[in-house]
């Protein structure tokens, strides 16, 4: 990846090249792979590479992803890779004129819905995991009463301790202690309702 940095979307064009349902599920898909090229990520989303390049190269003329060195020995492979540690999207951003307000809410709706069949794939496959996974996998609600402030600071304090865990996993990872190391998907939601 070019950058380690997590960058911020704030402007309308790249916050709608990537709140494209395919173009979300492949930019989520090479994050996860590292590095791919087309026909790779065309078999795990079950679309042509021809589709599946049209929309990498839209996610990279936006800067989302970037080509990354080859893989193979097949110089016709085009190779693909995020071009940072990851993208958010905050609301202040995109508050500012109703266009962009009802934009960004488009585009956190498909993110929880992706996630969310994510989380249904997984409740599928359950059984397949085996005990020590499913005794680790867990989900959770918790319904406190936080000002705007200490909702802030839990949400710093879990990004934190996120960041700690990721960090320490991929340090492991490269050390060469791949045995048992599997893809996590951790969503968190942290916000205001009145019942």
Known sequence: MASKENRRITDMGTL?????????KLYRSLFVAGAATASQLGELVDEAPSLVSYHLRKLAEHGLIE???PRSGDGRERWWQPASEGVSVRDEDFHDAPEKAAAHLAASRLF???RSELYRAH???RATWGPEWNAAAHDSESLLRLTAGELAELKKDLHDLIS???ERGRAREAAGETQGREHVALHLYGFPFRP
């Open 123 to 125: 409740l599928d496959e």
């Open 16 to 24: 709608k090249a990537l709140a494209h349902p395919l173009r979300m």
């Open 164 to 166: 700690k865990y990721d």
């Open 67 to 69: 080509e990354a060195e």
């Open 112 to 114: 929880q819905e992706q």
